[in-house]
């Protein structure tokens, strides 16, 4: 795994797409992946594992980084996660 890859999947337990580069992404979504990674550890938990991404993580995040379209942004940071969770869940 490239360093690049480390840095975005840091110990998550599943394998990246690395090409020895980090993974490619629209510029218009660089905001939103950002604050994905900064929050993905803020679970809500339920029974059997994660259930949702916590809201209040996100806003923060978004209020201390100036995030000017927040609206825009939390949807986006919603639909990953969503993406990570269906992810994890698959795998077990």
Same mark, same amino acid.
């Given at each position: 795994?490239?360093?690049?890859?480390?840095?975005?999947?840091?110990?998550?337990?599943?394998?990246?797409?690395?090409?020895?580069?980090?993974?490619?992404?629209?510029?218009?979504?660089?905001?939103?992946?950002?604050?994905?990674?900064?929050?993905?550890?803020?679970?809500?938990?339920?029974?059997?594992?994660?259930?949702?991404?916590?809201?209040?993580?996100?806003?923060?995040?978004?209020?201390?980084?100036?995030?000017?379209?927040?609206?825009?942004?939390?949807?986006?940071?919603?639909?990953? &996660?969503?993406?990570?969770?269906?992810? &994890?869940?698959?795998?077990?």
């Amino acid at each position: 795994m490239c360093e690049g890859c480390k840095e975005i999947y840091g110990d998550k337990h599943e394998e990246p797409p690395c090409y020895e580069c980090k993974p490619k992404y629209l510029e218009e979504n660089a905001n939103a992946i950002s604050i994905f990674f900064q929050v993905r550890d803020q679970w809500i938990m339920g029974f059997d594992g994660p259930i949702a991404l916590m809201h209040s993580a996100v806003h923060s995040q978004m209020e201390l980084r100036g995030i000017k379209n927040k609206e825009q942004c939390f949807d986006k940071v919603m639909y990953l &996660s969503k993406y990570d969770l269906k992810k &994890s869940r698959e795998k077990g």
